[in-house]
């Protein structure tokens, strides 16, 4: 709610963040708070509120998006260079620009593939993170591409990267499809990379971050 009112996109860091949120498993409820302010922004509420646990706003210049993590949480690294995006550059406020993404509920893998499908680069999903028949079969119909990969050499059947697949639910404004792929990377801890023989760009999982469990958000 304080997000929204400060005009932020932001997105819960699902890994470092249990004792914000709690665990399906141990069933911890979230927090209570009550505070009354006065002449104050919706974002320094907000900042403050985050500190008192130790959280804190990571805010990206590059994707506009805002992560909620421990304040002593390490950034998964993404190239974005390889979509199109420059650190040393203005992200373009015109091109590509999409003025509402909403994903309630949706397994990420879906929502990668959605997000694909809007960007005007050609990219390649890992078939480890590809959880469902419907993101496969939303994947043939639009033309997207999964690289090739040898499950049984690497004992990583189809869909298997995540146990169980992220379940995401956000709501954000003003950005471009490359924007949100970015975002959503680093908070997963997947990586952008470029194949040296195809030329293509593949999204895959950070093989030195990986995470069996994850709680649906």
Request: hydrophobic fraction near 40%; glycine fraction near 4%.
């Amino acid at each position: 709610n304080l997000a929204r009112q400060a005009g932020i996109n932001y997105m819960i860091d699902p890994y470092r963040c249990q004792k914000l949120t709690g665990s399906e498993a141990e069933h911890i409820p979230e927090p209570d708070v009550t505070f009354r302010l006065e002449n104050v922004t919706a974002k320094d509420v907000l900042e403050r509120m985050l500190n008192v646990r130790n959280f804190a706003l990571i805010e990206d210049p590059l994707t506009h998006i805002a992560r909620i993590a421990p304040s002593d949480a390490t950034v998964n690294f993404v190239d974005a260079s390889l979509l199109g995006m420059d650190t040393n550059k203005p992200v373009s406020t015109t091109n590509g620009v999409i003025p509402l993404i909403q994903f309630q509920v949706v397994p990420l893998d879906f929502a990668l593939a959605n997000l694909i499908r809007q960007s005007a680069i050609n990219i390649e999903l890992d078939p480890r993170l590809i959880d469902s028949d419907d993101t496969w079969n939303f994947i043939k119909t639009n033309g997207l591409a999964v690289f090739n990969y040898n499950t049984n050499q690497a004992n990583e059947p189809r869909g298997k990267w995540f146990n169980p697949m992220p379940v995401i639910s956000i709501r954000w404004e003003n950005l471009t499809a490359n924007q949100t792929i970015v975002a959503l990377c680093q908070n997963y801890d997947l990586v952008i990379v470029k194949d040296d023989m195809t030329g293509t760009v593949q999204i895959k999982p950070n093989e030195s971050r990986k995470r069996h469990h994850l709680r649906h958000f």
